[in-house]
């Protein structure tokens, strides 16, 4: 991955004399509840993982203005992987002395940015960036994605994206080592009106890019289609449309879940399918 721009240094000073921490101050805007329904995917589909970490770590990287999503970042991850920590980091100073207060074992705060600072060097198991990348300019998301990625454990995930103010809807990009997997769609499915709304809330890396010609705008448009062939499935709730809406995506498009995931509200597509053209 390259990028013709990488973010500016933050102009904070850093504690200690260390380097200026690598980023940029974001609004900082945060709700509790917010991220659950990545928290809950990222339970499901990398637990295991955690769990096999011999002291898995799990970055809550630029968490906002307030704590809120650290601390429930470790409460569901915990539920997965009972010997997770959660280090919440954050580029402005005040607000890792705020979340001080907040911390508690397997829950820590502190000062820095995509240069993903943990005691000793630690190779997080997880790493998750969410409405952090939506300020930057599209070029400069791949060097974020390439920084981040080599700061991984060797089995670690992290996973970047975009959702509303209150969680209902919810786009991410989920990657290893090794660079993009998977790009999960997930919405409160009462809330949803067609499946293409879930455009306003595509990652940095996708949204510029939902034009004529461009993969993610054909997905979306199948997407959409395939939402409207299943209305008849509407009489039997909002969750048994958009599985058959699933499934029949899944003739067209290289999906990485199934019904399980489905009827969370969520459909999972291989990143390949969706790279932006050029």
């Known amino acids: 991955m390259s990028s013709r721009a990488t973010p500016p240094p933050s102009r904070a000073g850093s504690p200690g ?7 940029t ?6 709700n509790p509840n917010r991220l659950r329904r990545m928290d809950r995917w990222i339970a499901a589909t990398h637990g295991a993982a955690l769990r096999r970490a011999e002291a898995p770590v799990a970055v809550d990287l630029g968490y906002g203005a307030a704590p809120w999503t650290a601390v429930e970042l470790l409460a569901r991850l915990r539920e997965a992987a009972p010997r997770v920590r959660v280090v919440g980091i954050e580029i402005e100073p005040a607000r ?6 907040y911390e508690r074992e397997g829950l820590s705060f ?3 940015g995509f240069e993903v600072p943990l005691e000793g060097g630690a190779r997080p198991a997880l790493i998750r960036a969410a409405n952090v990348l939506r300020q930057y300019d599209e070029e400069q998301v791949a060097a974020v994605w390439e920084r981040l990625c080599a700061r991984l454990a060797p089995d670690g995930l992290l996973v970047e994206g975009t959702c509303d103010e209150i969680g209902r809807r919810h786009v991410w990009v989920a990657l290893g080592p090794e660079g993009a997997r998977t790009v999960t769609f997930a919405t409160r499915l009462g809330s949803l009106e067609r499946p ?10 996708l949204i510029h890019r939902n034009v004529p ?5 054909a997905f979306l448009r199948d997407f959409d289609r395939a939402w409207a062939a299943a ?4 009489s039997y709730g909002a969750r048994q449309r958009w599985i058959r809406t699933a499934r029949a995506l899944a003739a067209d498009w290289p999906l990485a879940d199934g019904p399980g995931r489905w009827r969370q509200g969520e459909l999972t597509v291989r990143w390949e399918a969706l790279r932006p053209a050029g």
Do not use: I, N
Request: proline share 12%.
């Open 196 to 205: 293409s709304d879930l455009a306003e809330r595509l990652p940095k890396a």
């Open 25 to 30: 101050v974001t609004r900082g805007t945060t």
């Open 213 to 217: 010609g461009e993969p993610v705008h």
């Open 17 to 23: 004399g260390r380097a200026r921490p690598v980023g």
């Open 110 to 112: 502190r000062h820095g």
């Open 96 to 101: 890792v002395a705020g979340a001080k207060p």
């Open 231 to 234: 209305a008849p499935y509407a």
